[in-house]
């Protein structure tokens, strides 16, 4: 019910009106009533408080990270295209220049900032003392947009840039004010930042990181970027298809490489050998004493699970045929008891970054429990530090040396 500030008689302000909504319980004066007794507030926080607190700040952290690349992926091709064009003429206006008069006040407003920026030791980075660095991403936006023809050389797709940053604004919003973010909203605005990364790297997108996030904590955690709880969800979040991507070696280890076998279809497997890519497959010998422990293990019958397995054999063996260098795609079983099944990728090298391409996805053999319901781990190369994908390729090559060669 809307109750107006004036009583009926009253003449008429200009304040608002004042809102009075009914029907939630009573809230507790944080005041005591004159001569009452002082209640106490609670001021620590609970386990389910501190708990949803977590939970935000992991969202919000993760859709930051995107967002700041995104912005400064931008501003950096602004100041590219756009600072040759107008500095010369009008030095370090460039910026109020391009902007023009629809754009004069937000610029005067960056300015304004810049210089409460300077004066209070705000600028940290002499780099950082430039107005173009006080403009916010929709600003950056407005700039391209006026621009279009000194961007269209370099860019492919306006519409599916703009579509990209309009995804973007829901979690700029709330990742600006701290407000919650949901769990669809940053899957979302990771997928439109990664997209958009690479639209505005000409379309080629090979320098665009598969997550950002794993730069930040893949050193902390001994090169661990991700755990998933099974290989459902593990190729949910990394297709077979993006983890081979651009691959130069692949060294596989495991019972049967269901994953790579029955997920990877034999037409993409020799096109990735016959681009370069050289491949070694070890698998569990069908015929060894180790698989028929491991049937028993999992409750299946005799010849089961090594039936399976020699059809995955069979089925890289068509692969292996198909190839004109079959020295470049080798295959191999063992027969020691399976403890882990492992990918182990040699990406491509990006000029200028850190970390690699490489790349592991590894799984532990649980008694009772099948590999396609194993928690899975994933790995990510270049740390400074060794990490677990190195001791992994050390177990790789360990069994690789005991293992006997299939014909």
């Known amino acids: 019910m809307v109750v107006p500030a004036d009583g009926p008689g009253r003449s008429g302000r200009s304040e608002a009106p004042t809102v009075v909504m009914g029907g939630g319980p009573p809230r507790r004066p944080t005041v005591p009533a004159q001569g009452g007794p002082v209640e106490s507030i609670p001021l620590a926080w609970t386990a389910e408080q501190w708990g949803l607190a977590d939970h935000r700040v992991r969202l919000a952290g993760r859709a930051y990270v995107w967002l700041n690349l995104v912005e400064q992926r931008l501003r950096s091709l602004v100041d590219e295209v ?30 304004a900032v810049r210089e409460v920026s300077r004066r209070k030791g705000y600028l940290l980075d002499p780099a950082d003392d ?18 279009w023809p000194c961007f269209e050389p370099h860019l ?53 990181p598969g997550d950002v996030v794993e730069e930040l904590v893949g050193g902390r955690f001994a090169d661990v970027v991700s755990v998933h709880p099974d290989r459902v969800r593990l190729q949910r979040d990394l297709p077979v298809e993006d983890l081979l991507d651009g691959a130069r070696r692949l060294d596989a280890i495991g019972i049967g490489l269901g994953m790579l076998c029955q997920n990877y279809t034999g037409k993409r497997l020799v096109r990735l050998a016959s681009d370069g890519c050289r491949v070694r497959l070890l698998f569990l010998n069908p015929a060894g004493s180790a698989v028929r422990r491991r049937e028993r293990e999992l409750g299946l019958g005799r010849g089961e699970l090594a039936r399976s397995i020699e059809m995955n054999i069979m089925h890289v063996r068509r692969v292996r045929a198909h190839l004109r260098d ?82």
């Open 156 to 208: 492919i797709d306006r519409r599916e840039i703009e579509l990209a940053l309009d995804e973007l604004e829901v979690a700029r919003h709330v990742v600006s004010r701290n407000r919650s973010l949901s769990t669809t909203v940053l899957a979302q605005t990771e997928r439109a930042a990664a997209r958009l990364l690479g639209l505005l790297d000409g379309g080629g997108g090979a320098g665009v």
């Open 130 to 147: 430039d107005p173009l660095v006080f403009l916010t991403l929709p600003q950056l936006r407005e700039l391209m947009v006026q621009h």
């Open 82 to 111: 756009l600072r040759p064009v107008y500095a010369p003429a009008h030095g370090e206006d460039w910026v109020t220049a391009a902007a023009g008069p629809a754009g004069e006040e937000w610029v005067h407003r960056a300015g």
């Open 326 to 407: 079959q020295a470049s795609f080798e295959i191999r079983v063992f027969d020691e008891t399976p403890r882990f099944t492992a990918y182990l990728v040699d990406g491509p090298r990006h000029p200028g970054r850190r970390r690699t391409g490489d790349i592991g996805v590894v799984q532990p053999y649980l008694r009772r429990t099948r590999g396609i319901e194993s928690p899975a781990m994933v790995l990510r190369g270049g740390s400074a530090e060794p990490g677990l994908l190195e001791v992994y390729r050390e177990e790789f090559e360990d069994s690789w040396g005991d293992s006997r060669a299939v014909s």
